[in-house]
């Protein structure tokens, strides 16, 4: 009942966060160890959402050290010097409150989301990760066995499981995003308690995270609390690693043949596009949305329904902090062969690049991201997130109030600019995902 009762105030309190005015107000500032701290005041609940995001993702490690950032989203889970041993989870849900943490290739995300009285459990908690998170010996290998695990579960045993892994490490020939954040599970057992330490006193640090805070709370108060928590940790003070490497523009189509554990073949096609907050991206954006946002989308017009060539289809961009992909992919229906699928969706390519969007069709795609950029606000852990977000990757955390005007400035022009700029065969790599059966 009262995980019931948590879980409504949670979603009720989004509702009324959405109807509220559009601007966002919070309140920033920097600790004297270089701790960025955001706070977001909403009393509409009684519910408050604390996070700390770091600026370390998979594309921080070194090649032959791979899966570091995500190994640590779990490790962090398993004590600290005055938390014991699995009783991260078990004090967050003792107070009604849920947790979770995720990893990126650009950064590792924390957060509780706790009834409003419980704000100082939920900042002792990250400062005790931040201080002294356990790493020892014991804990280091039952977290080797637990992310090998999941990479068995997420990863090799799942139909479909290692697009983003083929189409990264095809895409990709010197930027460290040419693997993805999970990792190697040969690397993990590789590397030494020593390691683990030193990249947990590089990147864990006060002056490479964002604390964010939405919710109900006061702010006065809650500053006094996070200095007692988080005041008195040291800053960092040994090198970040932030890779400068640019990949090479990509001049010929790569293709590769993946036979899997599947029943119907899927056509994945990767394409290089700018960083997540250029222009371009914002257009690409829209692209998505025109090709894959709804039943009435495009590919799904087109191959679903009228050609019935494919049981599902879908397209996004990769944001990310340095040039990502854009994938567009399509799973074939029965019968149907991987090559027919592939030109089906060349074909709906083609046609943005050289039919001019209707204004009917451009209207709905604005109401359709402005729809969709509004309920990325519509929790406290939403606003949290996305207030760590703009400041950590942009240094500009009033983003969240101006953002969605640079959705709106894109043209139709912009659309098939972009289109004919970036989704070209030249720029892509291409995945056939067979079935094993099929393999000669």
């Known amino acids: 009942m009262k995980k019931f009762l948590f879980t409504c105030l949670l979603l009720c309190g989004g509702l009324v966060s959405s109807a509220q005015s ?3 107000n919070f309140t920033e500032y920097t600790l004297d160890n270089g ?3 955001i706070l977001h005041q909403d009393k509409s609940t009684p519910i408050v959402a604390v996070s700390v995001m770091y600026h370390v993702g998979s594309k921080n490690e070194l090649p032959n050290r791979t899966g570091f950032a995500h190994f640590f989203e779990h490790l962090m889970f398993a004590g600290s010097e005055n938390v014991g041993p699995g009783q991260f989870p078990i004090l967050v849900q003792q107070a009604g409150g849920e947790h979770n943490a995720n990893t990126s290739f650009d950064r590792t995300f924390y957060y509780e989301v706790l009834p409003s009285n419980q704000l100082a459990l939920g900042l002792w908690l990250e400062a005790e990760r931040m201080r002294s998170a356990k790493i020892d010996r014991a804990a280091v290998e039952t977290q080797r066995a637990v992310v090998k695990e999941e990479k068995k579960q997420r990863i090799d045993n799942q139909p479909y499981g290692t697009i983003l892994e083929k189409a990264f490490a095809n895409a990709y020939s010197v930027h460290p995003y040419r693997w993805v954040p999970i990792g190697s599970d040969q690397y993990i057992d590789q590397a030494t308690l020593d390691e683990f330490t030193d990249f947990y006193k590089t990147y864990y640090v006060p002056n490479n995270a964002v604390l964010s805070i939405s919710g109900d709370i006061d702010i006065n108060q809650s500053k006094e609390l996070i200095q007692k928590h988080f005041g008195s940790i040291n800053r960092g003070t040994r090198g970040i690693i932030r890779p400068t490497v640019q990949e090479p523009p990509q001049t010929l189509e790569k293709r590769e043949i993946v036979f899997d554990e599947i029943q119907l073949p899927a056509v994945v096609q990767a394409y290089h596009i700018p960083q997540l907050g250029s222009p371009d991206f914002y257009a690409i954006s829209m692209l ?32 990310l902090e340095n040039p990502g992909l854009f994938l567009a992919f399509a799973i074939a229906n029965l019968g149907k062969d991987a090559n027919e699928v592939e030109r089906a969706m ?5 046609r943005i690049k050289k039919e001019p969007l209707t204004d009917r069709e451009f209207q709905k795609l604005r109401n359709q991201i402005e729809n969709k950029f509004v309920q990325k606000f519509t929790s406290n852990f939403g606003l949290a997130e996305q207030l760590a977000t703009y400041q950590l990757f942009y240094k500009d955390t009033n983003l969240i109030n101006t953002e969605l005007q640079k959705y709106l400035n894109v043209t139709k022009n912009d659309i098939t600019r972009v289109a004919n700029q970036y989704l070209t065969k030249e720029n892509r790599v291409v995945l056939h995902y067979l079935p094993k059966t099929t393999q000669r």
């Open 22 to 24: 559009n601007k966002i």
């Open 35 to 37: 701790l960025h701290v």
């Open 288 to 319: 998505t949305n025109l090709l894959s946002g709804g039943e009435s989308a495009r590919l799904n017009k087109a191959l679903v329904d009228q050609q019935q060539i494919a049981t599902y289809v879908g397209s996004f961009p990769m944001e």
């Open 346 to 350: 060349d074909a709906e390519i083609e």
